[in-house]
Nanobody, 117 residues
Framework: QVQLVESGGGLVQPGGSLRLSCAASESIFSFKAMGWYRQAPGKQRELVARMFTSSGSTNYADSVKGRFTISRDNAKNTVYLQMNSLKPEDTAVYYC??????????WGKGTLVTVSS
């Protein structure tokens, strides 16, 4: 059973930074891609950032380009999301996702990020 455990959420002021972590229960190379999604109240879940494990190539939502960076530590089976210049509209529950090489998607339980003064 694949487990994804997020950490690092919390309350931060506008303009501040947070780093989210997602620890996987197995090698990240077991997955085609790993990424972060978010869901704000009353809105659909949306892709924030994604990294394809073999190539290392990344995708970002337009709204976070230049502010957020996805990275990984292969030895720790962990993916990170560094979030800088946070805005109130970044407030959401952030979910770690691991996409298998087939059709299965795995999800963490989510971590809440609140950007407010």
């Amino acid at each position: 059973q694949v487990q994804l455990v997020e950490s690092g959420g919390g309350l931060v002021q506008p303009g501040g930074s947070l780093r989210l972590s997602c620890a996987a229960s197995e090698s990240i190379f077991s997955f085609k891609a790993m990424g972060w999604y978010r869901q704000a109240p009353g809105k659909q879940r949306e892709l924030v950032a994604r990294m394809f494990t073999s190539s290392g190539s990344t995708n970002y939502a337009d709204s976070v380009k230049g502010r957020f960076t996805i990275s990984r530590d292969n030895a720790k089976n962990t993916v990170y999301l560094q979030m800088n210049s946070l805005k109130p509209e970044d407030t959401a529950v952030y979910y770690c996702n691991a996409a298998s090489w087939g059709t299965v998607n795995y999800w963490g339980k989510g971590t809440l990020v609140t950007v407010s003064s």
